[in-house]
C-alpha cells in the first residue's frame, strides 16, 4: 500500500510524496503554545482557536490513521524585473495553487478508494488539505521523510529545495511510514543574516516582523518601522529561502504547465504596477493565488515600495 500510494502520487504529477502516523504532536503543542501566548502570531489569532485539532489530526479527523504528505516544486522558470515591486514565487502561477493541488489530491484520493475502499478516508468530514490552518503541513511533511524545517522554518526537501506546496491527505487505514530525515542547516544563519526586518531567531519567525505576514495577513497599514525595509517586496517575501545554500543548489525550475505564470508578473515595470486599476486587477489575476490579498491591500503595498525606495 505504501508504494502504491507514493508510486501514484507521483504519477498524477506531484514532485514528492511521504507517509507518517496520525498522533499527536506534543513538541508542537508545547512550541504553539508558548509562540501564541508571546503573541509572535500576530492578527492571526484563528492559530489559537481549534488549538487541540491542530496539534493532533485524530481530533481534526475522526479515524485519522495516516498523513499522506505531497510536494509540488513551484519554482519558476523565469523571473520577474528585478527592480519592480516583488510578488512572491508561490503566488506567480496564472491558476491559483490551492485549485491546482486540490484537483491532483482528489485524484490520488480516487486512486486510493477505488483499490483500497471509499472507507480509507472519513466521510463527512475534509480530509484533504492545502494550505490550511487546522494543518501542520511542514510538520507532517518532516515526518513523512520529505526534509528537515530550516531556519527560516520553511520545509527543504533534498533534491527539491524549499520552493514547494504541500498537499495533505489524511486516511483511516494504517501502513508503513517513512522515516524522518536529520535537519541539515549545521552552523549557516544565511537565511537570519539576510531577514531584512529580523524577524527569524533561533528556528522561529516573529510573524509580527515577517513582510509575508506585513503584506498579506496584517489588514491594518503596515507600521512605519517596516516601511523602509520592504526592499522592494509587495506581496510576499522569498529572501531567506533565495539565500538557502540548499536552494542554490537544489531548486530546479517546476515542469507543471498548471503552474504557468501570469504573464504580466513577468514583464511589468514599476509604472505598470502603479498604474495597475482595480478593473485590470480583477481581470488579470482573475484565477490567481494574488487575488487572495484583495486590490486594496497589494495596491498599498505597491505604493510604499514605490515610496521607500532607497
Ligand atoms: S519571508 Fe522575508 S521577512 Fe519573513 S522571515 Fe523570510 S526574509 Fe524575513
Ligand atoms: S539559509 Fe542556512 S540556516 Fe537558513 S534554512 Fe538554509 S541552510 Fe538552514
Not at 52 to 68: A, M
Not at 199 to 225: F, V
Amino acid at each position: 500500500m505504501h508504494n502504491f500510494i507514493k508510486n501514484m502520487a507521483l504519477s498524477l504529477g506531484f514532485d514528492a510524496c511521504g507517509i507518517a502516523k496520525a498522533e499527536e504532536l506534543t513538541e508542537d503543542a508545547r512550541f504553539m503554545k508558548l509562540w501564541i501566548d508571546s503573541g509572535q502570531n500576530g492578527e492571526m489569532s484563528y492559530l489559537a482557536r481549534n488549538f487541540e485539532k491542530r496539534v493532533d489530526p485524530r481530533i481534526l479527523v475522526p479515524g485519522c490513521k495516516s498523513i499522506v504528505v505531497v510536494l509540488l516544486n513551484y519554482f519558476p522558470e523565469n523571473k520577474q524585473i528585478s527592480s519592480s515591486p516583488q510578488i512572491a514565487k508561490y503566488a506567480y502561477s496564472e491558476v491559483d495553487y490551492h485549485t491546482v493541488l486540490k484537483e491532483k489530491l482528489k485524484s490520488l484520493e480516487e486512486q486510493i478508494c477505488s483499490k483500497y475502499g471509499s472507507d480509507s478516508v472519513t466521510q463527512g468530514y475534509q480530509h484533504l488539505f492545502v494550505d490550511s490552518a487546522p494543518v501542520l503541513e511542514r510538520r507532517w511533511a518532516e515526518r513523512a521523510g520529505l526534509g528537515w524545517i530550516g531556519k527560516h522554518t520553511q520545509l527543504i526537501h533534498p533534491g527539491l529545495g524549499s520552493y514547494t506546496f504541500i498537499g495533505i491527505l489524511m486516511l483511516r487505514i494504517e501502513t508503513d511510514y517513512d522515516k524522518s530525515i536529520l535537519p541539515h542547516c549545521g552552523n549557516c544563519t544565511r537565511c537570519i543574516d539576510a531577514c531584512p526586518t529580523k524577524a527569524l531567531s533561533n528556528g522561529t519567525l516573529d510573524a509580527r516582523r515577517c513582510i509575508s505576514y506585513l503584506t498579506i495577513e496584517n489588514k491594518n497599514e503596515i507600521p512605519s518601522e517596516f516601511k523602509t525595509k520592504l526592499s522592494g517586496n509587495a506581496l510576499g517575501c522569498d529572501i531567506c529561502a533565495d539565500v538557502c545554500p540548499w536552494n542554490k543548489k537544489w531548486a530546479i525550475p517546476h515542469t507543471h504547465p498548471e503552474l504557468s505564470p501570469v504573464k504580466e508578473i513577468l514583464n511589468w515595470d514599476t509604472n505598470s504596477w502603479h498604474l495597475l486599476s482595480n478593473e485590470n486587477f480583477n481581470v488579470i489575476f482573475k484565477k490567481s493565488a494574488i487575488k487572495r490579498a484583495g486590490f486594496g491591500k497589494l495596491k498599498q503595498n505597491i505604493n510604499v515600495v514605490i515610496n521607500n525606495k532607497v
